[in-house]
Every structure is written in C-alpha cells, then in structure tokens.
C-alpha cells in the first residue's frame, strides 16, 4: 500500500479522498492555487504545495507541475478527482511515465472511451446496446440531413469531443437537422478544437440512468447497481439517487451486464461509470463512460456499504476485489442533492463572495468511510445525513472555479423516507453571505412528480421553462411560518419582561394577541391576527391561533440562534429563524421548506397604522446597466456618447467558468461609465448609465 498520494484537486473532491486516505493510514499532499490558499483541502492534508495563479490552466490543469509536486514531496500516486484532468488521458500517461501510479484507470482505457464516435464502436463490439445513428463524423449539412431522414426524427446531433451541453441539439425536421449540424460544429470547434459530428436517434421521455462498475488489475470487474441521475438543468445533474424508481430488476441485471462486458473490453481497473438513456418502455442505450469517480459516487457508497475511494486506492496499488458480484448488497435508499452557490431567484447565476454563516446539517454519516446505515435515531429511523464538503464559515467561494459549495446526502430506509430525511436537512443548511441554490432544491424535492418517481430529463425544463421564482415554492403549510414567527416573538417578549428595574408602570407586558404581518415586495402586505396562549418559559411551549389553526408549537432553542428546532403538535420540525436583517431591521425572517418569509409581528394598534403607511416603491433603476452577479468584468463593448439598439452587446461578465454577456434592453445612448474592465462586480453594481 501507498504511503503518500497526492491529490490533484481541489474543493469538496479534494476533502473527500484525504478523508479515505487518513482512514487508510497514508499521508496526503495537496495543491493550491494562489486562490485556494485558505482552502479547506489545504487545511486538512499533510503537506501543500502552490501550484500557481488562480486560473486553472495556470495552475490545476498544468500536468508538469502537479508531478513536479509528487516527486518533490516524495508522493507515490497521484488520485485525480473529478474534473480537471481526471479523464486526461496524456496525464494519466505522463504520471505513469513518470515512475508514479495514476489512481484511476490505465490511460489506454481513458482513451478508448474518451472518444464518443471511438467508444460507441467499441460499445457496439462488445455487444452493448447502442441508440441507431451514425457514427462516422458527418461533412456536411445536406449529408447530415439525408442520415437524419434515414435514421427517422426527432434526432440528436452530437459534437464527438462534447461535454457539459455543448455541442447538442435535437432536430425534428430537416431545417433543424442543417441548422442544428452547423451551430454543433461550429461550438465544437470554438469549445474543444474538435469539430467532428454525429447524429443518433432521440429517445423520447428519457432517463439518464448510469451503472458504477468496479475492475481490479487481476481481471475481476462488477457492477454496483445504478444511480438515477434524470434531474438534470440545462444538462448539468441537480439531484441524483440510487437506486432508480423506475428500472425493474430485470432491467438493472441487463444494464449491469452490459456495462460490465464495456469494462472488461477495455480491461478497465478503477472506478467508472457507463451511463445509458434509457426510454419510456425501458429500452436502454449506451451513452458514453466516464473513466473517473462521479460527483454523485456518494448514494452508491450508501446503499453498498463500500468506499469507492478506498477501492480505487486499493486497485491502484494491486489489490484483488475481495467479493463476487452475488455478495454486493443493495440496502435503504440514497438521494444526493448538489448545494451550488447559485442564485435560483435571478437565472441560476453564480453567487461568489464570503461565507458569513456556514451550518450545514448534523451528519450522521461519516465522509469517506462506510456509510451504510449509519446510526439510528431515537425514534427507530435508521440511516442519516451525510455532508460532502470543501468550505468552511467565513471562508471565501472564489470566482475562478466551479459553484459547488456542498453534497448533501441522506440515507433512508426506502425513497419516501430519504425524500422526508432530505427535505428536513435542506431546512437545517444554514448559508449566509451568498446565495444558494437550496430553494430550487426543496421546490423539486415537494414536487408531486418527483414524488411519485414520474420524471425524465426533460423535468425542470417542463415544469421551470420560465425560471425559477418564490411562486414556485409552495409551502404546504403556508400558516406555520406565520406560527412560527408569532412564537418567537412572545419568546421574547416573556425574556424581556423578566428583565429587572424597569420603571413602574412602563414595563413590557407579554399580551397574547397579536398580529403577523407577512411582508410583500409590492406593498400588498397580509394581516394575520395571532393570538398566543399558555406559553410556558421553562419547557418553551405555548398554543399559537392563526385563524382557525391552532398549533401546538415546543422549543427550546435559543433567541439568538438562527438553526430552530422543535415539535409541532408532537411533529419534531427543523426551521431558520433570523430575528432582525439589513432589510428588515425589525422584523423576523423564517425560512422553511424552502419558503422565504419576511414578517414584521406587531401589537395590534401598530399593525393599524401600518396599514396607514404608503408603500414606498423601489428607485426607479432603468437608467442604469447593472451586474447580475459578482464577477469579474472582462470586457466593456461600448464608450460614453455611443447610441446602442435593443439587444446590442454592452459588456462581460465572467465568474465560475460562466461568460455572461449583457446586452441593452432598448434603444438608447450612452451615458457615464461607472466601472473599469478588469474590476471585480458586486451584484447589483451599476457598470455604465444611459444618458
């Protein structure tokens, strides 16, 4: 066994193999970017090592200097992560050139199956089903039209060398097969260098289902059953789990053989992955097969009992897999949600800066080792809650690099139990500073269809076509919030009565009507009168009336926490609760479910006389080009004094591997410009004004 890997990665990956390899008793190295000083990865390794500047081309994805590092700090394999240059096949080579081990397969296996036209013939060899289509690159429109004719539509025109979207269309006609060949080649030209084409049949209503398979150097391969991985938004997967709601068993043996009989014809020796598109009548076809750990190994690891990481370590270094296919067990049910630092309510744009508060939910389950089960509750529930992570409170989410700021994962004793275990920890993921994504996630996570296991690939397309905005999270209970915002304001109120000295006559009094008014942007404010009664300092207890509802709220958490915990009518519930905030100083902000709520809770003679206070609209802004998202501004397209028409090109964006460009929204002239290129955006910072 190893003594030392290096870890050529960075963020939550990074974490996540130093936790494996500690348990396994072998020190790490990691490597940074002059971005990734403070870093969490670099924190919990042994040793580190400055790679260079913060872009990655100038720093993760230079190959010379990541074995430079190995070989300096005396490392004896190197694991890739994900990304970066975890399929890099030249690395992979180079590593081994280099008298180093390259912990994931051996670089003739990444490059048989790096090549989507190269891999599919090999899929198709080794008897694997394959989508009909034509797998030679394709020269011209009027030729890609006449295959799409004989292969018959709906069609997909796919760039060879495509990845993250790019390069794709779904053509229905013929005018959408020539104009979708030319846009896939002249994207895969831009994006990869790499301008071949195919086309292939469009599965309709399709599943995105992919198998891990497991091969050590000694000719033993296996399958550990599938992870469904079909909610996915804009081709990039937001919540994954395993197994699959949909597949029969009879389905899952033939994919896993399958995927297997692909491993074993590229004597594949590591992790993997075969993913397959599988149909509405569960026809399953081949996709491709990513020769690295997958972002979402996590659910598998849950419902196997095995550390993948362990094992890619352990074939690495020549070890036997030391159990047969019938002795790989398939218990609970796990479910992955991505937590990116994303603004769902503004396009899904990045959202980077300083994490003010960083609480994610109590783990019950122990990165990077054996995750099965994991201990029980009081109540009987056994599995738990898992926090893959590479951040850490007041750490800083740099632009430079991908939006992940967690992988949350829970596992449950079948999918009804791990939806309910999900959604209670998305309310116990306290994040402050940026935005997050975690409102999209307890939306989909409520959804009825996602509920019920009916959805595809085409879900959040379906039911977000338009975006993403605080509509859409409905919460099932929209009166407990208001509840909740009543109980802690008697809360403390009873504190404050306590307090000694107050001058006869004028000290606070603890009266139990009130009112909860739930605040709106517009100004359409709602009204609720509350009334809280029995309330019972010691046990934290009292009965709340919103109407006709009464709940029976018990807490004993703290004024100043933001993390609420308690029972509801004996129901336990977990909650945010904010009391004041730069826009609502006096207020008390809930969040649950998902659900935003700003509430102002008054004596009912105050709430009188807010109903009396004109509602003061927004600065009008129009006149001002605004950033969307923090970012750096990479280029600005106009000077003061330029006429510009609706939709012409003003500036650029850039933060997390996305390019954002902004464009005016009417005919107009330029006025001051109020930013430099090159500057650092915050959101919402005006870049230029309109004379």
């Not at 895969?188 to 289902?209: L, M």
């Not at 398979?213 to 079909?230: I, Q």
């Not at 609970?332 to 937590?339: L, N, V």
């Not at 009166?479 to 109980?487: E, I, N, S, Y």
């Amino acid at each position: 066994m190893f003594k030392k890997i290096l870890i050529a990665n960075r963020g939550e990956i990074a974490c996540r193999v130093i936790k494996t390899a500690k348990k396994m008793g072998i020190a790490t190295v990691a490597v940074y970017s002059e971005a990734d000083r403070d870093a969490r990865h670099v924190a919990l390794a042994d040793e580190a090592v400055l790679l260079g500047p913060a872009p990655s081309r100038e720093s993760y994805l230079v190959a010379d200097k990541i074995i430079a590092a190995a070989k300096s700090t005396g490392a004896e394999a190197i694991h890739p992560g994900y990304g970066f240059l975890s399929e890099n096949e030249d690395f992979a080579r180079r590593v081994e050139e280099e008298g180093l081990v390259f912990i994931g397969p051996k670089h003739a296996s990444i490059a048989a199956m790096g090549d989507k036209i190269a891999s599919k013939k090999l899929a198709q060899a080794a008897g694997v089903s394959t989508i009909p289509g034509w797998n030679d690159a394709i020269e011209s429109p009027e030729r890609a039209v006449q295959i799409a004719r004989d292969i018959g539509y709906p069609v997909m025109i796919k760039a060879s060398a495509g990845g993250g979207g790019k390069g794709l269309r779904v053509a229905f006609n013929d005018k959408e097969a020539a104009e979708g060949f030319a846009s896939c080649r002249n994207e895969a030209r831009n994006s990869f260098g790499d301008d071949r084409v195919f086309i292939e049949k469009f599965v309709e209503q399709p599943r995105h289902i992919e198998i891990q398979v497991l091969g050590d150097a000694h000719g033993h391969t296996l399958f550990l059953h599938e992870r469904e991985c079909s909610i996915q938004r804009r081709h990039q997967k937001v919540i994954e789990e395993a197994p699959s709601p949909f597949i029969s068993d009879e389905t899952r043996q033939k994919m896993g053989a399958q995927a297997v009989a692909l491993a074993r014809a590229v004597n594949y020796q590591s992790a993997g992955t075969v993913e397959f598109v599988v149909g509405k009548h569960q026809d399953f076809y081949f996709l491709e097969m990513n020769t690295r750990l997958q972002v979402e190994h996590p659910v598998t690891e849950c419902i196997t009992g095995l550390d993948l990481v362990e094992w890619m370590i352990r074939i690495a270094a020549g070890e036997r897999l030391p159990f047969a296919q019938a002795e790989l067990k398939r218990e609970g049910w796990a479910i992955e949600c991505r937590i990116n630092a994303e603004d769902p309510y503004r396009g899904f744009l990045p959202s980077t800066g300083r994490l003010v508060r960083y609480q994610p939910p109590p783990a019950t389950l122990e990165q990077g080792t054996v995750t099965l089960q994991g201990p029980a509750y009081a109540d009987g529930r056994f599995g738990g809650v898992r926090v893959d992570t590479g951040v850490y409170e007041g750490g800083e989410i740099p632009m430079y690099y991908d939006s992940m700021i967690a992988k949350l994962i829970v596992h449950g004793r079948d999918r009804a139990d791990a939806i309910a275990k999900m959604r209670d920890a998305l309310n116990a993921f306290v994040i402050r500073g940026i935005a997050s994504n975690i409102p999209f996630q307890a939306a989909l996570l409520a959804h009825p269809k996602f509920v019920a296991g009916e959805f595809n690939t085409g879900f959040i397309a379906e039911h977000y076509g338009r975006g993403f905005d605080a509509a859409d999270v409905a919460h099932e209970d929209p009166l407990f919030p208001v509840a909740l915002a009543a109980f802690v304001r008697r809360k403390a109120r009873e504190r404050s009565a306590r307090i000694s000295g107050q001058l006869a006559g004028h000290g606070v009094k603890t009266l139990a009507d009130l009112v909860v008014v739930v605040l709106a942007p517009d100004g359409r404010h709602q009204h609720h009168p509350v009334r809280v009664q029995g309330f019972d300092a010691v046990w934290g207890k009292a009965e709340v009336q919103v109407g006709d509802r009464r709940y029976t709220i018990q807490s004993d958490s703290k004024l100043g926490d933001i993390l609420m915990t308690g029972t509801c009518d004996g129901h336990p519930f977990t909650a945010q609760v904010e009391r004041g905030g730069a826009k609502n100083p006096l207020g008390i902000r809930v969040v649950h479910g998902g659900a935003v709520v700003e509430t102002l809770v008054l004596l009912p003679r105050a709430a009188e006389l807010l109903r009396l206070m004109p509602h003061k609209p927004p600065p009008d802004l129009s006149r001002f080009l605004l950033s969307p998202m923090p970012g750096l501004l990479v280029d600005i397209a106009v000077q003061p004094g330029q006429k510009v028409l609706a939709g012409e090109r003003l500036a650029v964006i850039e933060a997390m591997k996305m390019e954002n460009i902004l464009v005016a929204a009417q005919d107009g002239t330029v006025g001051e410009l109020l930013a430099k290129k090159g500057e650092s955006l915050a959101v919402d910072q005006p870049i230029l004004s309109f004379a």
